[in-house]
């Protein structure tokens, strides 16, 4: 059974398939390529750039608020541009070059602003949420690097599927509590709306496995050198949502308190 996820980085077929360069040659039968191929090396490289882009406008983002600016406008307005650059991207990905360091521009205003909030509500908070997403990143990626998790089809499937599930769930949620009265269970600091998000963090966390495995085959088979950007922003699209969701467990851990 074949699943495709609702997350466009993760479903592109750009990474599944090699790419034919265009050459040409001149009168003196020099062989020129136009064509430069994604590395592994340049998708790090990018996505460093891109987390000190988004760092940037998140501190921003986090100076106003604490000098009496309401961080919301701009914490809005960042999420629903970042959602539109990243659909855009998800269907001109030979746009990535420049979608994806605007999509980290916009996503800093609103990690800035929801972080500052959180902040505020429970000192202390935002560092140990860095920490968290940070060390899983790593440990993750030492995972990945020595083979101890393998990426295959059947690995593929059930963290799609997972990350599908989780995503309904939190659109249904959304859509009910709209209109309706009815509270979502992963809201409040309940065991089961904990339980909730440790299994939503560790879905997260899985996602980056393939993040990894997506980038790897991205090189392996020459893809455009516009894909690390590609590759470098369904990264940082991870990131994002596994930082979100330690914000929001460490929040409901320290209100218990």
Same mark, same amino acid.
């Given at each position: 059974?074949?699943?495709?996820?609702?997350?466009?980085?993760?479903?592109?077929?750009?990474?599944?398939?090699?790419?034919?360069?265009?050459?040409?040659?001149?009168?003196?039968?020099?062989?020129?390529?136009?064509?430069?191929?994604? /590395?592994?090396?340049?998708? @790090?490289? !990018?996505?460093?750039?891109? #987390?000190?882009?988004? /760092?940037?406008?998140?501190?921003?983002?986090?100076?106003? /608020?604490?000098?009496?600016?309401?961080?919301?406008?701009?914490?809005?307005?960042?999420?629903?541009?970042? %959602?539109?650059?990243?659909?855009?991207?998800?269907?001109?990905?030979?746009?990535?070059?420049?979608?994806?360091?605007?999509?980290?521009?916009?996503?800093?205003? %609103? @990690?800035?602003?929801?972080?500052?909030?959180?902040?505020?509500?429970?000192?202390?908070?935002?560092?140990?949420?860095?920490?968290?997403?940070?060390?899983?990143?790593?440990?993750? %990626?030492?995972?990945? !690097?020595?083979?101890?998790?393998? +990426?295959?089809?059947?690995?593929?499937?059930? +963290?799609?599927?997972?990350?599908?599930?989780?995503?309904?769930?939190?659109? @249904?949620?959304?859509?009910?509590?709209?209109? /309706?009265?009815?509270?979502? +269970?992963?809201?409040?600091?309940?065991?089961?709306?904990?339980?909730?998000?440790?299994?939503?963090?560790?879905?997260?966390?899985?996602?980056?496995? #393939?993040?990894?495995?997506?980038?790897?085959?991205?090189?392996?088979?020459?893809?455009?050198?516009?894909?690390?950007?590609?590759?470098?922003?369904?990264?940082?699209?991870? #990131? +994002?949502?596994?930082? @979100?969701? %330690?914000?929001?467990?460490?929040?409901? #851990?320290?209100?218990?308190?």
């Amino acid at each position: 059974m074949n699943f495709k996820s609702n997350n466009p980085f993760l479903g592109n077929k750009n990474f599944s398939k090699p790419t034919v360069h265009s050459y040409s040659q001149d009168e003196n039968s020099t062989l020129i390529d136009y064509g430069q191929e994604m /590395t592994v090396s340049g998708t @790090i490289n !990018k996505s460093f750039f891109m #987390l000190l882009l988004l /760092t940037a406008t998140a501190s921003l983002t986090w100076w106003l /608020t604490f000098n009496g600016f309401n961080p919301l406008p701009l914490a809005i307005g960042g999420a629903i541009v970042g %959602f539109i650059l990243v659909l855009i991207s998800s269907f001109r990905p030979q746009y990535s070059s420049y979608l994806a360091p605007a999509y980290a521009l916009v996503e800093g205003l %609103f @990690i800035g602003g929801i972080s500052a909030v959180f902040e505020a509500m429970y000192p202390g908070i935002v560092i140990q949420a860095v920490g968290a997403t940070f060390v899983t990143f790593l440990v993750c %990626f030492g995972l990945y !690097k020595y083979q101890i998790v393998k +990426v295959n089809e059947q690995f593929k499937s059930v +963290v799609i599927a997972a990350t599908l599930a989780v995503a309904t769930y939190y659109l @249904i949620s959304w859509l009910l509590s709209m209109f /309706t009265s009815f509270v979502p +269970v992963h809201h409040g600091n309940s065991l089961m709306s904990i339980g909730i998000s440790v299994v939503v963090i560790i879905i997260a966390a899985l996602n980056l496995f #393939l993040d990894f495995d997506l980038i790897e085959k991205g090189a392996k088979n020459r893809q455009p050198k516009y894909m690390e950007w590609f590759g470098a922003m369904g990264l940082m699209i991870t #990131l +994002v949502w596994l930082y @979100i969701e %330690f914000l929001r467990l460490l929040s409901k #851990l320290s209100s218990r308190n």
